[in-house]
């Protein structure tokens, strides 16, 4: 078994197999044990490119752990509908001045990021 980040193999795999490995340019290397094969792949652009690409998984999963505990935090949003951002929130509720003798509320909202307000009225 080949530890993809390390380049580490482990022999117990294997056991006493020798390996015969095509190099570029139809060079052939033989080795004795697979942790032999670490030097070899270290020369190809391929094995550098995939230690590259793991290493940018690894980074992208705790970028999107940190983004979804980010979203767990935030407060209840709406999304704008100027501007689109998720800062539309509800500002206040006051009675109506023009139906508050008919039980209506007023609901105000507003963007915090485009200062967007927006006036609702409820029963």
Same mark, same amino acid.
């Given at each position: 078994?080949?530890?993809? #980040?390390?380049?580490?193999?482990? &022999? &117990?795999?294997?056991? =006493?197999?020798?390996?015969?490995?095509?190099?570029?340019?139809? !060079?052939?290397?033989?080795?004795?044990? =697979?942790?032999?094969?670490?030097?070899?792949?270290?020369?190809? =652009?391929?094995?550098?490119?995939?230690?590259?690409?793991?290493?940018?998984?690894?980074?992208?999963? #705790?970028?999107?752990?940190?983004?979804? #505990? !980010?979203?767990?935090?935030? =407060?209840? !949003?709406? #999304? +704008?509908?100027? +501007?689109?951002?998720? &800062?539309?929130?509800?500002?206040?509720?006051?009675?109506?001045?023009?139906? !508050?003798?008919?039980?209506?509320?007023?609901?105000?909202?507003? +963007?915090?990021? +485009?200062?967007?307000?927006?006036?609702?009225?409820?029963?």
């Amino acid at each position: 078994m080949i530890d993809f #980040q390390t380049g580490d193999a482990d &022999s &117990s795999d294997l056991g =006493p197999v020798s390996v015969a490995i095509t190099v570029f340019k139809g !060079a052939f290397m033989f080795l004795s044990s =697979p942790s032999d094969l670490r030097p070899v792949l270290e020369q190809l =652009p391929e094995w550098k490119q995939i230690l590259e690409i793991v290493k940018e998984i690894d980074t992208l999963k #705790q970028r999107i752990d940190i983004l979804e #505990q !980010a979203l767990q935090r935030a =407060p209840q !949003a709406n #999304q +704008c509908p100027r +501007c689109r951002e998720l &800062s539309y929130r509800l500002r206040k509720t006051e009675p109506d001045p023009t139906f !508050a003798t008919s039980g209506m509320q007023r609901r105000v909202y507003q +963007c915090g990021a +485009c200062d967007y307000t927006e006036h609702r009225l409820f029963n």
